[in-house]
């Protein structure tokens, strides 16, 4: 078999970043209006601006605002006196692959931070389905942090998010019907989360180039984990699968366990090392950093885990890789 058909299968599951360096905001500039997300993030900017817009118009709808408006009055409020997580899932692509990520990865940390009733997904058409959810980007993503960030105990209570996406060095691309729309950079997402009072926090990010928001989102009570360093990108968002590497290591695998976050993350770490190292790929390094304080409001939510693991489901990540191998001998 010929090169050129090797590579089209390889290209069917690598991830790379979608090839939009785009500039982030100045460390110290001013940040977007909080009640003015898309326009801020997606306004032609002058030079050295926040992002750049290539097509607005699919972007979010009406439509989504108003499921996301049920959604989000359908939460359960704070138990005060006790450590409740929220957990936002938001899918910044409409490629199946996100889609399908983000629905798991919501039953998943629901049911590992005694969340269900208390969780909002953003995502997309998964290729399979047609369910009634509104899809992720900046403005339905900030709204959701900010419904959130109304009915917490900043105190007391935490957020879990997790985001799936293509990623940039400049941050995260919001891509909708295969039209880059804008890019999330880290400042931005720091502010929405200060401005909501989110300070008690997990955030996973698992998108090419990720430990960029390394940095922005390391906290004294926060815990940031990325699934790739701020200058490696990430492996299997091919639209036909399941889970991207990470995603599959670290939500559809480590995170099932009643094990603390930090061996949870070890062990995904492992597991998309091995993944990496079999298809001899550079690998993607993921990142973490828990904060000293994060203890205080994780350790109790982590002894309510369920003491079984759940089984994983979906195609397994590394499937796709070692057929395009299997298929060139």
Not at 179 to 186: K, N, R
Not at 299 to 309: L, T
Request: glycine share 10%; net charge neutral; with cysteine.
């Amino acid at each position: 078999m010929g090169r050129r058909p090797m590579m089209a299968r390889l290209i069917a599951w690598l991830c790379f970043g979608v090839g939009i360096a785009l500039p982030a905001l100045a460390p110290g500039g001013p940040a977007p209006a909080l009640d003015a997300p898309v326009r801020a993030a997606m306004a032609d900017p002058p030079s050295g601006g926040a992002a750049q817009r290539r097509d607005a118009r699919p972007g979010i709808s009406d439509l989504d605002r108003r499921r996301l408006a049920s959604a989000a009055e359908g939460l359960a409020p704070q138990r005060p006196g006790v450590v409740d997580a929220y957990v936002v899932v938001a899918a910044l692509d409409s490629d199946p692959v996100f889609g399908r990520e983000a629905r798991e990865a919501a039953r998943v940390l629901a049911r590992r931070y005694d969340a269900a009733g208390r969780t909002l997904l953003l995502a997309g058409y998964d290729g399979r389905s047609i369910d009634p959810l509104p899809r992720g980007g900046l403005e339905t993503l900030e709204t959701a942090l900010n419904h959130v960030g109304r009915l917490i105990d900043p105190d007391e209570d935490a957020l879990i998010l997790y985001v799936t996406a293509h990623g940039t060095p400049a941050g995260l691309a919001w891509r909708d019907q295969g039209a880059f729309i804008a890019t999330l950079p880290p400042t931005w997402l720091n502010y929405v989360l200060r401005h909501g009072r989110l300070r008690n926090r997990l955030v996973i990010i698992s998108a090419c180039f990720s430990g960029v928001f390394l940095p922005a989102l390391a906290s004294p009570e926060g815990a940031v984990i990325t699934a790739a360093a701020a200058d490696r990108t990430s492996f299997g968002c091919a639209s036909d699968n399941d889970w991207t590497f990470f995603g599959d290591a670290l939500l559809n695998h480590a995170l099932r366990k009643s094990q603390p976050l930090a061996a949870a993350f070890g062990e995904a770490r492992g597991l998309v090392g091995a993944w990496e190292a079999r298809g001899k790929l550079i690998p993607s390094n993921p990142q973490i950093a828990v904060g000293p304080q994060a203890a205080a409001w994780l350790r109790p939510i982590e002894a309510r885990m369920p003491k079984d693991a759940s089984a994983p489901v979906g195609r397994p990540a590394i499937e796709a890789m070692d057929q395009a191998v299997a298929a060139n001998h």
